[in-house]
């Protein structure tokens, strides 16, 4: 979502209502999976979407202006190859429709190769903002999704549980998100769960989205909400709280 500069044009508001999920399922076809979840998702954005995949070498990804349908075919879904991936669905907003703007967006900061999708409005973005430019992050767009995604990699400590402490303290406002790694899964809810995330169980794997109703597109059977203030990760280990917030 667009972060609230001061003086902003009309095309700069934020809005709230973009959809995400996150796929976790060795054996697959996860851009498939990732498809039908966001399509049963369209009506939380038309603007664009986006999916990335892991494979556990290296993330892959397509992005697009327009519906589900439009940005993706069998080819370069077929590219899109792993065990793990999120995908997003963009609010239209007026004047401000472009392809930087959309999700997942990516950082890699500190050698920690991520992609992400948010759904929601940090409200301190432009602070941290600030913050990582003194850092020296660089930034490819006036996004607050990649202020989330700088400050994830940028964050100190050993390991996610550390990050996301860190992280999770930082952010102020109302936010649902999806990340992938290479290998692994991560969802978050701010701490006041106003923004909705819901968890489902899919053969070998977990299903993460915005609704239930992209969960039952997929076959996925609902499992639980991502408690407000929590943070999971889904990996080969399956699923586990890695930050709850007090």
Not at 5 to 33: A, E, R
Not at 107 to 119: D, M, Q
Not at 226 to 238: Q, Y
Request: glycine share 10%; aromatic share 6%.
């Amino acid at each position: 979502m667009q972060i609230g500069f001061s003086g902003k044009k009309d095309g700069d508001i934020p809005h709230d209502k973009c959809g995400v999920v996150g796929v976790y399922s060795p054996n697959s076809d996860i851009s498939k999976i990732t498809f039908l979840a966001l399509y049963a998702l369209q009506h939380r954005g038309q603007e664009s979407a986006g999916i990335a995949t892991g494979d556990g070498t290296e993330i892959k990804s397509h992005l697009g202006m327009g519906l589900v349908s439009q940005v993706f075919n069998e080819s370069n879904l077929s590219n899109l190859d792993g065990h793990v991936s999120i995908g997003h669905t963009r609010y239209s907003t007026t004047g401000s429709s472009n392809i930087q703007n959309a999700q997942p967006c990516f950082s890699s900061n500190t050698g920690s190769e991520i992609a992400l999708a948010h759904n929601g409005n940090v409200i301190n973005a432009l602070d941290l903002r600030n913050e990582l430019l003194d850092w020296g992050v660089k930034f490819k767009s006036s996004a607050d999704s990649e202020v989330i995604a700088h400050l994830i990699t940028s964050a100190p400590g050993e390991n996610w549980h550390d990050r996301f402490s860190y992280v999770m303290r930082r952010l102020q406002g109302a936010f649902s998100l999806t990340l992938i790694t290479k290998d692994s899964l991560i969802a978050a809810r701010d701490n006041l769960g106003v923004r909705p995330l819901c968890i489902g169980t899919i053969d070998d794997g977990y299903v993460v989205a915005s609704e239930t109703c992209a969960l039952d597109h997929v076959g996925a059977k609902y499992l639980r909400d991502v408690e407000p203030g929590e943070v999971v990760l889904i990996d080969k280990m399956g699923l586990n709280t890695i930050y709850q917030q007090p």
